[in-house]
Structures are given as structure tokens and as C-alpha cells.
């Protein structure tokens, strides 16, 4: 076997096999073959079915939108609890409910073919990217970026096994991951979903998380084993400037040695589903299926005959269930919320819709087509003909209900077992990966005065990231995480509480009383959409955002004190970070580690007589930038000798060379290099700002030059807020209403300079939710000239129901999650159902860290809570 021996070698865990070029699609063997007798019973229930029965197979509503009568009336074929939703919305429900939850919708699935000779099994999925992460108590794990620093396909391998345990004993048959995505751009708010940039390590991994997830042929049939989902067909990772659902433009070649080799490995290794991507490949090769329509085909990866039927199902052999993503068939031309035609006819089998009559009206346009001749009835027979082969090879037809499975009986025993928290402690220190050690300050002895300061000092939230518990992930506390230990935590378990002081922003402690400083800094936490970097945003983290910024102060005070200062960067990508690796005596990326710090502190620490002493073994899985500006820089890949840098990439040379290569990481052995600080890439200087004369028009009298729109919690398609009905869906609902001709009952007596017109009536339905206005042409604009005149956020708002909780308001994309401004004490005090103004300096948005210079989004309202306003007259005013 051939081995990758430049940098892609990894202690302890051997080289990985290396790739060869591939010049067409390979046809692939799947450990997980075809069987005759299976294919016999498939093809004798098949004959029997409606072709009603047949599309409920197909459908897969979303737990909070779907009821025990709908499966008995639909003959549903499967469902899903998407992240942030539980059995009775209850957040910390325990193993039994969740148990429980499932038991009863398989049940109501085996009610409704008890008048038919024959039955089909309920299947439920869930996303459990890095551990069963949706359920209270469950094992959390590190984020696939930290995994991919480790190294070691074994651990990963066990990794599955052990959440596949976890997943069972809840009683659910079906996951959706591994991620398999190539990750080619830093700015993607996904990245640390993926492995790496490395199609090698991709590979590698592929492979041996589906073998934890399924095991064998046999295996796969028992209890303890899920079915595997790899995730998302194809090139998420390879968008132009990162864009999330955006769009990439690269070869053939390309998409087959670069972004589809987790793919490759995956279906090989005996995957039965893929995902498809929410994004688009813009190639001629990637034709419309149905050519002379009025709106031609938009190239979504959902809507691709050639990438989904050509490729993946027909050059690739895979012969399981290709399933939608959330709600995004929507987004295919030609295509609805309750119309997924052209996407079924371009090979979908599953569709995975969240709203109720979302779910409901693709069922009957679905029927309608078959009929009318639209959808052929060989494309319906070959999605279920997959959803059955699938539960087949699952053994759903010889398991027990839910309840009286093997696992689910000590559920609480193997949910969060000390077993699986091991194993997360083992990951999490074999992901650190070591870029500076200086002074050989590194293991720190355990009898030392520590300060642990920073903002990632005793941050749950930090260290997990999104997709933990709730989608983002940004409101994780301790008593979600009842076993979690920050990185605060872990360090007073070490040298003890008396010679620990913890002080996050350096506000009390004196540095002269330590001997050393532990600074825990990163990303707050994020998921898809809100963790997506806008093309004009640096890559600098303390460009980032204010509190980011503070860590950077916290360093340069530190070095001004002369204490010796052991950074730890917790981060879902690599991040422009240059002064801080200056400003550290040791510099250590932790990636999101996960809730068991004592991970980080078993290789930050001398060991403890008796016990075994851990060297770093984390190789850095992808390149670290130079620049502010090297979002995209990759390394060539080193199968493919002839490789052309994507349109896409950046060339990675001159300014761009990377700082520290893929596979760069310092060992505890290794000596300190005799260098002096790293060069720094100096910020380019900000233009004046553009003079403003007159008022920003966001929604008035005359309508709105933006798109408003909803996004937030499972609303990941962005609803559109019309202004000429109403818009529903689970977190917000929306009305147009009359907006006054002037602003009776305003507190300061003013009158707007415009008014009547539309106005919205919002209802905040207790989910995380944004309403914003978005430029359509996704350009920002510099509005600071606003500032400079001190214009202020202006509009009319009438309480029906005051915020339950923070209301804020902000003036920017909806990544970095700024804190925005908070309207809800104002709002409280408004006179009840009367017409007010609401205005705030452009000066206190500014304060709070938005991005003035690159607008795309002049007026953003976002709470978790509940409320019902109605709001007109929507402007930036100077007075």
C-alpha cells in the first residue's frame, strides 16, 4: 500500500493510505451488498403499495410538526427531531422520554397496515454529528475539525461505535452524519463540521465513522448499530468565498479527487444514505432534466439528475436512500415549500420537510404528478424500493418496538456513560494540536500559581460550539451539560482551587501573583447561516468582534506584565491570529473540544506521579493563514500532479504562503525554534466614510427596497416576510397590517416624516428567531456617513404583547452575532397597543460593535422569546 509520508503522517496513529487520481467516477463495492432474498421481499410489498402509501414512504416531517394520526393517515415512512427540538419541548428530557417518543410513532406506524397483508417499520432520524448531541445527559464529543487534527481513523472508529450505542438506546434507528465535506474556505460557517481540508484524511475518515456508526453486514442488523448518513452531496465545502449554500464552479475533476472522496470511502465502507447539499454546482455538465420550462434549472446540487442519478446513483452503484436536506427542495427552481417535483424526478427518495403544511402539500402535489404523467412511476418505485432495502438491511422487520429493544432498557445507563465520557476526554487531547513553545514552558508543573483569564476561561458554550443540545449551541450552560468541565474547572482539579484564580476579562487578578497565565480564548458558538464570515469581513479574530478584541488586550496586558502567558484557541477554523501567537510563550489550538477539558489539562500538565504523561499529537488538518485575507488557501494536493488551484482558491504562495502547514505541530520534544516574532499583516487603512444627505429607506409608505426575511431556529430555508399576506412558520408569524399616518401616542410627541403605507404585525413564537431586511444583491454598503451625521434607527412600533425576554436590534449579517442593541425594557414601557417611536442612536449600534463600513442588513430584530408588535415606518434618520 502506498502511504502519504510529507506532513500527513501522524504520531501514533501511522501514515494514512494515500489517494490515487481518478479520471472518471469509479464504480464502487459496498461492504453492505445486494441480497436476493431481501431484494425478493422489497420487490413483493412494493407491488402491493398505493401509490399514496408509496410518497408517505418519501415523506419525513420534523417531530414538532408531525402527529401519531398523520402517520396512521399518511403511512409516513419515517421522522426527525431537528436540533433545539424535544419530546414535549421539554430541553433536558430525559432517555424515557425520548424512548417513549419514538415508541409511540412506531407504533401509530404499525397501526396503520394492520388492515394490509404485510407491514413496513417506522425509521427515526436524528442529527448526531458529534455524539447524540440533541439529548440531555448524552455524550459530547469534539468537533470533526478536532478529530481530523488527531489523526487517527481508529478513534474515530470507536467514536462511531459509541454514539451509534448512545443513538440506539434512545431508540432511534437512523443518524444523520458523517460529514464528508472537503472544507476549502475558511470563512464557511460550517467548516468544523468537516475533517479538514486534506481529501486524504477525508477519506480516511469516511471510512472508518461509517464502520463505528454500522459495523458489518450483520452488525448493522442487531442493536447498537445506526444507519450512517454521509453528508452533503457534493462540494458544500468548495463554494466561492465560502458562501453557505452557495455556489461552487469547479471542474469535474475537481469534485471527484478533491470533494467527493469522503463519498467514495463512505459508500465503499457500506453507507445506506447521503444527504444532499443545500448548494449549487454551476457546470455544463450539470444539465436541466426538464429543459423549455419558464424558469430554467438554478443548478442546486437538489435539483441535479446528473450529480444525484447520473453519478451518485448510476457511475457510483450506490443503491441506498439519497435524502433532502431541511426544506431544500424548496430552493431548486421551480420548486415551493409544498412543490419538491423537480427534485424527486432528479433522484430524491427521501424528503425531509419541516412544516406540517409544507410536508402535506408535497404529499398531494407529489400523488398529482405521478398522475398527471410529471413524475414517472419507475422514479416513485425506485425511491421506496431504497427506503425498504434500507429497512431491510437494518433488520427493522425482526427488531422489537422501541421500548423492549436490548439498549433502550438501560438507556440511562449507556446514554452519557463513563465509558463514552472517556473516550471524549481521549479525543479532545489528542486534538491539541501545539504551534509555539517558546521558552519550553509547556507541560506546566502541577504545583504552579495559575490565573485562567479569557473569554473562553469557563465557557461551556465555547468549548462544545453549535449542533450541542440547541442548533447554534450559543446558550449552553452547565446544566445542560451536568458532567461538563470548562477549562477553569479542569485546571483547579489539577494544582487546586487555592492556587487557581479565575478571572475571565482581567479585571481583579494581579499578574504579578501567578507564575504563569492560562488564556482560554475563541469563537462564540455558531452553526450554519449564523456562522458564515461575509466575503468582505477579515479573517483576523480580533477583526471579529469586540469581545474578541478584549482577549487580544488581555495578551498585550499580560506581556506588559511580564507574566508568561500558555494561549489555548478554541475555534471551529483556522483564524488569522498572528500578534497573539507573538504575544504567547506557548500557543495551543484546542479546535471545540468538547465539554471534558481534562482533555486540554492532561497534556498542558506535568502528569501526576504514577499516572501517564501525554505529549501533543494534533497535526494541524488544515493550512493556517498568513493574511487577514487567506480565507481560501489549500494545499496542493499531492495525488494529483497536474492540479489546477480552483477559481475559487487561492494560490498558496507569496503573501499567501501558509504561516504553519497542514500537518505542522510541535511535539513537547521539540526544541524551540531560534526565530524571532512572526511578521504581522498590518489591516489596510478604512476609506472616509461616503456623505449622506437624506434618510435610509428600510420600510415605508412607499414599501421596501430590502428583502424581509425570517431566519433562526429550523427555519434554515430563510422565509420570505411578504407584505401582501401572511407568512407562517414555526418561529414567526407574520401579517401585513395599515401603518398609521403618524405617531399617535409617541412618548416625544414627534410625527415620522413619512408615514401610512405597510406595516408588519410580528408574532415571536419562543424559538430564536431574526426578522431582517436584506439588500437583494447581497452588496453592503458603508453607512458610516449615518453615523458621522448622527442619524438614529427610527420606526413605529404598537405592543400587543411585550417581549418575554431580550429583544435586540441590529444593523449587520447575522455572523458574528453581535449583541445588537436590546429593545425590550423600552418596548415593556410602551403604552399598550398604541402607536410609539422607537429610536436609537446609530452611535449605541456602533458601540456595540457593528459593522458600519459593509451594511447589508440596515434593520435586524432578533429574540428567543415571545412577543407580538407590530412595527411601520422603518428608516435611519438624521436629525
Not at 410529471?374 to 431491510?392: E, S
Not at 452575532?817 to 449600534?845: H, I, K, M, N
Amino acid at each position: 500500500m502506498t502511504t502519504v509520508t510529507d506532513g500527513s503522517r501522524r504520531p501514533g496513529a501511522g501514515p494514512l493510505p494515500a489517494l490515487r487520481p481518478l479520471t472518471e467516477w469509479p464504480r464502487l463495492t459496498s461492504a453492505v451488498p445486494r441480497d436476493p432474498e431481501t431484494e425478493r421481499r422489497v420487490a413483493e410489498i412494493l407491488g402491493q403499495l398505493t401509490l399514496e402509501e408509496k410518497v408517505g414512504q418519501m415523506i419525513q416531517p420534523e417531530l414538532a410538526e408531525l402527529t401519531r394520526e398523520d402517520v396512521r393517515e399518511y403511512r409516513i415512512g419515517s421522522a426527525l427531531n431537528g436540533a433545539g427540538i424535544w419530546p414535549g419541548g421539554k430541553r433536558h428530557a430525559s432517555v424515557a422520554d425520548w424512548v417513549d417518543t419514538v415508541d409511540r410513532f412506531w407504533t401509530a406506524a404499525e397501526e396503520a397496515w394492520r388492515d394490509r397483508p404485510f407491514r413496513i417499520p417506522f425509521m427515526w432520524a436524528t442529527d448526531a454529528v458529534h455524539g447524540h448531541n440533541n439529548v440531555h445527559g448524552a455524550t459530547v464529543f469534539p468537533h470533526n475539525i478536532g478529530l481530523g487534527a488527531a489523526g487517527d481513523p481508529d478513534l474515530v472508529r470507536r467514536i462511531g461505535a459509541a454514539t451509534a450505542r448512545e443513538v440506539s438506546a434512545t431508540g432511534m434507528d437512523w443518524i444523520f452524519a458523517p460529514t464528508v465535506t472537503t472544507p476549502r474556505d475558511r470563512r464557511w460557517g460550517r467548516y468544523y463540521e468537516g475533517y479538514g481540508e486534506d481529501p486524504t484524511l477525508v477519506h480516511a475518515y469516511g471510512r472508518a465513522m461509517v464502520e463505528g456508526l454500522q459495523g458489518d453486514v450483520e452488525a448493522l442488523r442487531a442493536d447498537g448499530k445506526v444507519l450512517a448518513t454521509l453528508k452533503h452531496w457534493i462540494a458544500d465545502g468548495g463554494t466561492e468565498n465560502g458562501g453557505d449554500r452557495g455556489t461552487a464552479r469547479c471542474s469535474e475533476d475537481v469534485l471527484r479527487n478533491i470533494h467527493a472522496q469522503g463519498f467514495l470511502a463512505g459508500i465503499e465502507a457500506g453507507a445506506q444514505s447521503v444527504m444532499v447539499s443545500f448548494s449549487s454546482w454551476e457546470n455544463p455538465a450539470n444539465y436541466d432534466h426538464t429543459p423549455g420550462r419558464s424558469l430554467p434549472y438554478n443548478h442546486k446540487v437538489h435539483g441535479s439528475r446528473c450529480l444525484i442519478t447520473d453519478v451518485l446513483k448510476d457511475a457510483l452503484g450506490f443503491d441506498g436512500i439519497v435524502i433532502s436536506d431541511w426544506d431544500a427542495h424548496a430552493e431548486v427552481a421551480g420548486c415551493s415549500a409544498g412543490d419538491a417535483g423537480y427534485a424527486v424526478n432528479a433522484g430524491l427518495d427521501v424528503l425531509m420537510i419541516a412544516g406540517r403544511e409544507d410536508w402535506q402539500s408535497v404529499y398531494r402535489t407529489t400523488v398529482r404528478y405521478v398522475r398527471d404523467g410529471v413524475i414517472p412511476m419507475a422514479r416513485i418505485d425506485d425511491a421506496v424500493t431504497r427506503i425498504l432495502r434500507v429497512k431491510m438491511r437494518a433488520g427493522l422487520w425482526d427488531k422489537p418496538r422501541p421500548r423492549d429493544r436490548v439498549l433502550t432498557g438501560s438507556g440511562a445507563e449507556v446514554v452519557g456513560c463513563a465509558e463514552h465520557r472517556s473516550l471524549s476526554r481521549e479525543a479532545a487531547r489528542k486534538s491539541l494540536v501545539l504551534l509555539k513553545n517558546s521558552t519550553g514552558l509547556l507541560p506546566l508543573p502541577r504545583t504552579a500559581r495559575v490565573l485562567v483569564t479569557g473569554s473562553a476561561a469557563d465557557d461551556l458554550s465555547k468549548q462544545c460550539g453549535g449542533w450541542t443540545l440547541t442548533w447554534q449551541g450559543d446558550d449552553v450552560d452547565r446544566a445542560d451539560l451536568p458532567d461538563g468541565t470548562t477549562l477553569a474547572d479542569a485546571v483547579r482539579l489539577v494544582v487546586g482551587s487555592e492556587r487557581c484564580v479565575v478571572d475571565p476579562a482581567l479585571e481583579h487578578a494581579d499578574p504579578a501573583d501567578f507564575d504563569v497565565a492560562l488564556v482560554a480564548f475563541g469563537e462564540d458558538s455558531y452553526a450554519e447561516m449564523r456562522g458564515t464570515l461575509k466575503p468582505w469581513r477579515s479573517l483576523g479574530y480580533a477583526d471579529l468582534k469586540l469581545s474578541y478584541a478584549r482577549d487580544l488586550d488581555v495578551l498585550r496586558r499580560l506581556d506588559t506584565a511580564g507574566l508568561p502567558a500558555v494561549s489555548v484557541f478554541l475555534t471551529g477554523r483556522p483564524l488569522y491570529c498572528t500578534e497573539e501567537i507573538n504575544l504567547s510563550d506557548a500557543f495551543v489550538v484546542a479546535w471545540l473540544p468538547g465539554p471534558h477539558a481534562q482533555g486540554m489539562t492532561d497534556v498542558l500538565f506535568a502528569a501526576e506521579p504514577g499516572s501517564p504523561a501525554y505529549d501533543f499529537q494534533g497535526r494541524l488538518p488544515s493550512s493556517w493563514p498568513r493574511t487577514r485575507d487567506s480565507a481560501a488557501v489549500n494545499r496542493i494536493p499531492p495525488h494529483l500532479p497536474d492540479y489546477q488551484v480552483p477559481a475559487e482558491e487561492t494560490v498558496p504562495e507569496g503573501r499567501h504562503t501558509p504561516l504553519f502547514a497542514v500537518g505542522h505541530g510541535l511535539s513537547l520534544r521539540d526544541a524551540a525554534p531560534a526565530t524571532g516574532p512572526l511578521p504581522l499583516d498590518e489591516p489596510p487603512a478604512a476609506p472616509p466614510p461616503p456623505a449622506v444627505d437624506g434618510p435610509l429607506r428600510v420600510l415605508d409608505a412607499a414599501g421596501t427596497p430590502y428583502r424581509l426575511r425570517v431566519g433562526g431556529h429550523n427555519t434554515w430555508s430563510r422565509k420570505e416576510v411578504p407584505l401582501t399576506g401572511p407568512m407562517r412558520c414555526l418561529i414567526v408569524h407574520s401579517d401585513p397590517v395599515p401603518a398609521p399616518s403618524g405617531a399617535d401616542g409617541a412618548p416625544d410627541g414627534n410625527t415620522p416624516e413619512t408615514g401610512g403605507g405597510t406595516g408588519l404585525r410580528l408574532r415571536f413564537q419562543g424559538h430564536p428567531a431574526f426578522v431582517y431586511a436584506e439588500s437583494p444583491t447581497g452588496v453592503p454598503a458603508d453607512l458610516r456617513g449615518y453615523l458621522d451625521a448622527g442619524a438614529h434607527v427610527r420606526f413605529l412600533a404598537r405592543v400587543i404583547e411585550p417581549p418575554s425576554s431580550a429583544l435586540f436590534l441590529a444593523c449587520h449579517d447575522d455572523y458574528p452575532a453581535q449583541p445588537g442593541v436590546d429593545l425590550a425594557p423600552l418596548l415593556r414601557q410602551a403604552p399598550p397597543e398604541r402607536w410609539t417611536v422607537v429610536s436609537v442612536p446609530l452611535a449605541e449600534l456602533d458601540a456595540a460593535g457593528m459593522d458600519l463600513r459593509h451594511v447589508d442588513v440596515p434593520f435586524m430584530m432578533y429574540t428567543e422569546g415571545t412577543a407580538l408588535l407590530e412595527v411601520a415606518d422603518i428608516g435611519w434618520r438624521i436629525p
